[in-house]
């Protein structure tokens, strides 16, 4: 079973073109993919999951990414493209 998320995926999101950062990359991956299947209701995920699940993933490793510090400056949001991508694929218990 692949995972949802490879590293190569994630670098074309964030337009990332060195390997400085594929150990905090990895790290990401990780905490979205884990972060999308809670958010499903779901126990895990893989590279079988649907497109939008895939995408909202991508999205989450986005944010992380973008919004790594703990405090900001700025208002941050939920993403509701992130939302509506899993709206879906939910599963209510």
């Not at 209701?41 to 995408?55: C, E, M, W």
């Amino acid at each position: 079973m692949a995972a949802l998320l490879t590293l190569a995926d994630v670098k074309l999101h964030c337009r990332i073109d060195t390997n400085d950062e594929d150990a905090l990359l990895g790290a990401l991956i990780t905490a979205s993919t884990t972060a999308v299947a809670n958010e499903l209701g779901v126990a895990s995920l893989d590279d079988t999951a649907a497109p939008p699940i895939k995408a909202a993933a991508l999205l989450l490793v986005g944010d992380l990414y973008e919004n790594r510090e703990a405090q900001t400056d700025r208002q941050l949001f939920r993403n509701q493209a992130f939302d509506r991508l899993l709206a879906p694929y939910r599963v209510y218990a």
